[in-house]
């Protein structure tokens, strides 16, 4: 049980195939996959979507997760905010020598659980190992493909002045829950991530209304810097209100703590979409009604004035611009 | 001009946006990538090859090539062996702290120029940084799409018994160029990477001949795994002749002096084909007449005797079974 990996398990001979033959596909298998081709052929018709997301998350092991859900979380997530049907993943491991196989099944464990959530297949994949001190534990990648419904034109550039503006729920939870159990820090109520596949929110919120313009998942840099991104590309102006934000009060401590501006804390389970103002409170309701969705809020609306602007009324009645991360706060939060 | 890659490179915030639209950007710039949204949104329709690959090689710089290069033939040659049109790329890099921003440059200009000596394009990316010590300067993830033909059915498990197996060139080269430059090793004639993108032979061969029944690039476990791999998916017995291998003399006097197989050591641009016997000397020619094919050769033949065994006859006259690369003789080389 104590096994290791070894620079032979990537060698691409005898101890490659006896990794994934006796590790992966027992944990993975579909047909697709079981084809051992060097590439996977599927049928597809369509509007595609096609993306990619390397994982280097530390600890790989955190509250709420570990890198195998998240790797999943986030590609679906990316193939979601284009309105897309997450189909198929690939799947890639970049591994140190030495990292315990008990762990590595534990993760491809955990991908195949988070995948039949979202209803994905892992289709095609590789494994490589590095030497001890060449990579740290494991770095994971996924790309994606999704299938795009004909009438669906959702797009980073695509806010419209008028438009609520939708949070599906708390912000900063990842981050602070990665953080914490990296630092060793405890708080009287655990923070757990939110790391969660938000394909079948989005089908609910596509259903409830056409006219959403704009989604994006708040991750890296988090919901300031999503905001920011919008406003840029679509040329708008922004304006939130602080007080609407969700943001549990354990995190918002932890950040006062931390000196963290929870606007600039990743999320791996929320999404904030643009959505046309008469159709924004069908689309709330439709949101609240589902598990990833149950705390969301209308946090402030797109306006013509100072496009490419952000700004927040914050709780003590001033306001404030709201700006893009810089520096990095939080180094491989996902 | 010294200027090294930062943790806040990664961080998703100002700085990640700045490596995106300053550097990645005007490299690679085409209309699908500047969208910047999180999944890039692409028309298909037919029969789609899906591939993954992470490239870990070192040193990042090598003979014949680097890792863009490399990133780039590795995933374009996966989606041909299945006799696929390769069209779009996704990039994905894990930075090591401290990279120099130059060297960056010079891999991703690299990889703009392969992909479009294969006709390919990159449509979406990632960019991820780690602390120094946590990576090894630089790993690149490319994940490809390509449409397969209808009538095309090429895979590992369709080697027929009476196929003849051609070889597209001479084996090692790709192995031996990264090895000599990791270890300082210098040979009287320098040995140059193999490192090509194949789906322009691949084209030819196709067009040569319908009934090419398995397509394979033998890189990481060398011809030798390749073969084993066949035999096995196939349930077929496949037999060579040592003396009709193309090998370079200076690589066999590295093989000799290193004390590696040949056939075990790592190729980039170099494929090997099973085909229907009577078509044979058409593909063949076909391959001849193509810059990567000038030194094709039939090496053997598929056989129903034992199933799953590949076997050799030496430069002796006995015969030997060749089996697949047990341990990693060369660690990294891709």
Known sequence: MNNKILLSHGSGGRL????VENKFLPALHNPLLERLDDATVLDFQGRLAFTTDSYVVTPIFFPGGDIGKLSVCGTVNDLAMTGAKPLYLSLSFIIEEGLAEEELQRIVGSIRKTADEAGVMIVTGDTK????GSADLLFVNTSGIGIVPEETH?????????????????????GIAVMSQREGLRFSSPIKSDCAPLNGLVKKMLMASPNIHCLRDPT????ATTLKEIAIQSNVGLRIAEETIPLLPEVQAACDMLG???LHVANEGKLVAMVAAEQAERVLKAMR????????????????ERPGRVTMKTRFGSTRIVDMLVGD??????
Chains 1, 2 share one sequence.
Not at 129 to 132: D, N, T
Not at 158 to 173: F, Y
Not at 220 to 223: E, S
């Open 154 to 174: 959702i797009s980073g550039s695509n806010a419209q002045v008028g438009d609520k503006i939708i949070l599906s729920g708390t912000i900063g939870d990842h």
């Open 129 to 132: 190992v590095v030497s001890h």
């Open 289 to 304: 009604g589902h598990k990833y969705g149950k705390n969301a809020a209308i946090i402030g609306e797109v306006v013509a």
């Open 329 to 334: 706060i939080l180094p491989r939060i996902c």
């Open 220 to 223: 890296r840099g988090g919901l």
């Open 16 to 19: 490659s195939h006896e990794l």
């Open 260 to 262: 963290l501006d929870p």
